[in-house]
């Protein structure tokens, strides 16, 4: 919770950030939160390796969390050092710390929720039962820690200074690894029979097969030896069938990535929209542009419950599947939501841009639309339900059906896809900046909102995103689930 905590704490308010006290333009500073969102989602396949391969979960944990709280501190210090720094210097500072927590995260999040799941025995039936909940539960308080600090630290930041809004977390960050190393006595870690680096034999299974492309996956199994009269093994059975699970998760993976482009844009240019309307709840408190995201996440902590507690048990009477509903039908369901955001998010922006120009506010890049910032909030809630079925129902799909010797990997994959998006977002909104102001027009994301076109933006993701749910609903008919336990 600390974790997700200090990282919404930082990346729900950087767009504001960088196109306030370091300057930079909305399209720059869109792609750098791009950029850095990609990298720290993409960092935890590096982290997963180490983990699986050579720390193992618990030593990660503890490693990454003090990396957590040392690039937090600097990025506290950064800010503290504004007045005093050349602006150039300061933003190298600023972002050498920032790419510190990103790098933290990637050891953190894969271990912590990988550990976490290993702690219920499957061949427990009262644990077993209770482990089916455990993704739920486990977002459902991530939420509720996002939440936190979303309304907590965006309005700290706003209001009170950069400092304190960038320092908090690093003290949570601190109190939390205190509270983990506590509980170290009580905690199950699993011991790996088979002493093999698990990466290398799926990867030496690529590889045979790779040599031998003449021959099916399962005939690299066995190597004839003519000399002795003897067959010598090349890659075990379990091997092989680690490598086919694997393979089979890719085009389910692929045709996902449309979403997490989608659910980039909820931390850049969301945001930026809310920052431009009216956003008084009274006549002397104003909601920080930031604090908007929190619809998310309040969505994710009032459905997850509904969810798990209703919905699934009425879904198990009609399917009679001891989930309800399949976890590709869970995250089909999600994409679908997808769409339907972006198409709900264009008809918004265009009701903005409307009142802007009746307004006379087009030519007045820091006047405020007067139309309410609550306008927003179906196309944050329709994404929060989305999440709740996409995001979390993949981290459970993909968890299970992953090799056994390589769940902090499976975690990892999932924020890879999510970092892979913003990475994408990132290169499209560049080239469409770079296109739509080619020939001395207005871009699309103009530094004055009222003179954009983020309603085109968010229409042309629809449609990429309709094409991507009908690519995935092909795949998802034809896989085949993995049937085999894991531990």
Same mark, same amino acid.
């Given at each position: 919770?600390?974790?997700?905590?200090?990282?919404?704490?930082?990346?729900?308010?950087?767009?504001?950030?960088?196109?306030?006290?370091?300057?930079?333009?909305?399209?720059?500073?869109?792609?750098?939160?791009?950029?850095?969102?990609?990298?720290?989602?993409?960092?935890?396949?590096?982290?997963?390796?180490?983990?699986?391969?050579?720390?193992?979960?618990?030593?990660?944990?503890?490693?990454?969390?003090?990396?957590?709280?040392?690039?937090?501190?600097?990025?506290?210090?950064?800010?503290?050092?504004?007045?005093?720094?050349?602006?150039?210097?300061?933003?190298?500072? +600023?972002?050498?710390?920032?790419?510190?927590?990103?790098?933290?995260?990637?050891?953190?999040?894969?271990?912590?929720?990988?550990?976490?799941?290993?702690? +219920?025995?499957?061949?427990?039936?009262?644990?077993? !039962?209770?482990?089916?909940?455990?993704?739920?539960?486990?977002?459902?308080?991530?939420? #509720?820690?996002?939440?936190?600090?979303?309304?907590?630290?965006?309005?700290?930041?706003?209001?009170?200074?950069?400092?304190?809004?960038?320092?908090?977390?690093?003290?949570?960050?601190?109190?939390?690894?205190?509270?983990?190393?506590?509980?170290?006595?009580?905690?199950?870690?699993?011991?790996?029979?088979?002493?093999?680096?698990?990466?290398?034999?799926?990867?030496?299974?690529?590889?045979?097969?790779?040599?031998?492309?003449?021959?099916?996956?399962?005939?690299?199994?066995?190597?004839?030896?003519?000399?002795?009269?003897?067959?010598?093994?090349?890659?075990?059975?379990?091997?092989?069938?680690?490598?086919?699970?694997?393979?089979?998760?890719?085009?389910?993976?692929?045709?996902?990535?449309?979403?997490?482009?989608?659910?980039?844009?909820? #931390?850049?240019?969301? #945001?930026?929209?809310?920052?431009?309307?009216?956003?008084?709840?009274?006549?002397?408190?104003?909601?920080?542009?930031?604090?908007?995201?929190?619809?998310?996440?309040?969505?994710?902590?009032?459905?997850?419950?509904?969810?798990?507690?209703?919905?699934?048990?009425?879904?198990?009477?009609?399917?009679? !599947?001891?989930?309800?509903?399949?976890?590709?039908?869970?995250?089909?369901?999600?994409?679908?939501?997808?769409?339907?955001?972006?198409?709900?998010?264009?008809?918004?922006?265009? !009701?903005?841009?409307?009142?802007?120009?009746?307004?006379?506010?087009?030519?007045?890049?820091?006047?405020?639309?007067?139309?309410?910032?609550?306008?927003?909030?179906?196309?944050?809630?329709?994404?929060?339900?989305?999440?709740?079925?996409?995001?979390?129902?993949?981290?459970?799909?993909?968890?299970?059906?992953?090799?056994?010797?390589?769940?902090?990997?499976?975690?990892?994959?999932?924020?890879?896809?999510?970092?892979?998006?913003? +990475?994408?977002?990132?290169?499209?909104?560049?080239?469409?900046?770079?296109?739509?102001?080619?020939?001395?027009?207005?871009?699309?994301?103009?530094?004055?909102?009222?003179?954009?076109?983020?309603?085109?933006?968010?229409?042309?993701?629809?449609?990429?995103?309709?094409?991507?749910?009908?690519?995935?609903?092909?795949?998802?008919?034809?896989?085949?689930?993995?049937?085999?336990?894991?531990?």
């Amino acid at each position: 919770m600390a974790e997700r905590f200090a990282y919404y704490g930082i990346s729900s308010n950087l767009i504001i950030y960088l196109t306030g006290p370091l300057g930079q333009s909305t399209a720059t500073a869109a792609a750098n939160v791009n950029a850095w969102s990609g990298t720290a989602f993409l960092s935890p396949l590096v982290g997963a390796f180490i983990a699986d391969s050579f720390w193992g979960q618990y030593r990660t944990i503890v490693i990454a969390s003090l990396v957590y709280i040392l690039g937090l501190g600097l990025l506290t210090l950064s800010a503290a050092l504004r007045s005093s720094i050349s602006s150039q210097l300061q933003i190298i500072f +600023f972002f050498l710390s920032l790419y510190l927590v990103a790098l933290a995260q990637g050891g953190h999040k894969p271990s912590v929720q990988a550990f976490g799941a290993y702690q +219920f025995d499957v061949e427990n039936e009262r644990e077993r !039962k209770a482990k089916s909940s455990f993704f739920n539960w486990w977002n459902f308080f991530l939420s #509720t820690s996002v939440l936190i600090g979303l309304l907590v630290l965006s309005y700290v930041q706003e209001n009170l200074s950069w400092e304190l809004g960038f320092g908090i977390p690093c003290i949570v960050m601190c109190f939390s690894l205190s509270i983990f190393l506590l509980g170290s006595m009580t905690y199950r870690f699993r011991i790996n029979n088979d002493q093999r680096n698990p990466f290398v034999r799926i990867i030496r299974v690529f590889g045979e097969a790779a040599k031998n492309r003449n021959i099916f996956l399962d005939k690299v199994m066995i190597e004839p030896n003519n000399q002795k009269g003897l067959e010598s093994k090349v890659c075990s059975i379990n091997d092989i069938e680690d490598a086919k699970e694997i393979i089979r998760l890719v085009p389910i993976l692929l045709t996902c990535l449309t979403y997490t482009v989608v659910y980039a844009q909820s #931390t850049t240019l969301f #945001t930026k929209q809310g920052a431009t309307m009216d956003r008084y709840i009274s006549s002397s408190f104003q909601i920080p542009s930031a604090a908007l995201q929190s619809f998310t996440p309040a969505t994710l902590v009032v459905f997850i419950p509904i969810y798990d507690r209703v919905i699934v048990p009425i879904a198990r009477a009609i399917t009679r !599947k001891p989930s309800g509903i399949s976890m590709l039908q869970r995250v089909g369901s999600g994409l679908f939501l997808s769409v339907v955001s972006m198409v709900v998010a264009g008809f918004v922006e265009r !009701k903005r841009l409307e009142a802007s120009k009746q307004n006379g506010l087009s030519a007045s890049p820091n006047g405020t639309v007067p139309m309410s910032v609550f306008w927003l909030a179906p196309q944050f809630l329709i994404l929060g339900v989305g999440d709740v079925l996409t995001l979390v129902g993949l981290q459970e799909f993909v968890y299970d059906q992953f090799p056994v010797d390589l769940k902090s990997m499976s975690f990892a994959v999932g924020l890879g896809l999510v970092g892979s998006g913003s +990475f994408l977002s990132s290169f499209l909104i560049s080239a469409i900046d770079k296109f739509t102001k080619g020939n001395g027009g207005e871009s699309w994301f103009s530094d004055d909102l009222n003179k954009a076109h983020l309603d085109y933006f968010y229409w042309l993701l629809a449609a990429v995103s309709a094409l991507s749910f009908s690519a995935y609903v092909y795949f998802a008919r034809s896989y085949i689930y993995s049937t085999r336990i894991a531990v």
